[in-house]
């Protein structure tokens, strides 16, 4: 009897065990360097620069909510700078698709850094007011762009600039 339940506690333990790990893979193919690894593997391709691995991924929920004090918030998430020596990334705010404010006014561009980004963006008004102190949606635009050292500009506008929505909280 005592052998029957070291061995059912050893196969509950190995079934665990093997179970734990299942999690392990990725969820999708969908990786912003994937491409540019697999090149590189494969060709020693690596210190090429090119404006289509440029990437950018806001990691906020779109309808951002914005409470009705705040002047200034962080925007993060995931980048690729292409391989590109210097990089920045500019915010634009609009309203009613008129731009209102940009982070290259303002000096709160941002940096990609190790595939990460992080940078401040600071509104007109508080809390997404018009100029009539109405609270409003707006759409804030975020783009990397690089730059080579000659410094030529460099941009990716299908992968490498991405919006979100801000709504009055």
């Not at 705040?70 to 731009?99: A, H, K, P, R, S």
Request: with cysteine; hydrophobic share 40%.
């Amino acid at each position: 009897m005592r052998k029957f339940v070291s061995i059912g506690f050893v196969s509950f333990g190995v079934a665990v065990l093997l179970t734990y790990f299942t999690n392990c893979d990725v969820y999708s193919e969908n990786n912003l360097f994937a491409e540019l690894t697999t090149r590189c593997v494969d060709t020693d391709d690596c210190i090429n620069q090119s404006s289509e691995f440029m990437e950018l991924k806001i990691n906020s929920e779109n309808n951002l909510p914005i409470g009705p004090a705040e002047t200034e918030f962080d925007v993060g998430g995931d980048c690729n700078e292409g391989g590109y020596i210097q990089n920045v990334i500019i915010w634009e705010l609009f309203l009613d698709n008129t731009m209102i404010q940009t982070s290259q006014f303002l000096g709160l561009n941002g940096l990609c850094v190790n595939g990460r980004f992080s940078m401040r963006v600071r509104l007109v008004r508080p809390g997404l007011q018009d100029t009539g102190g109405v609270r409003r949606e707006h759409r804030l635009e975020v783009e990397i762009v690089g730059m080579d050292a000659e410094g030529q500009i460099f941009k990716n506008p299908l992968l490498a600039r991405k919006n979100i929505t801000l709504v009055p909280r």
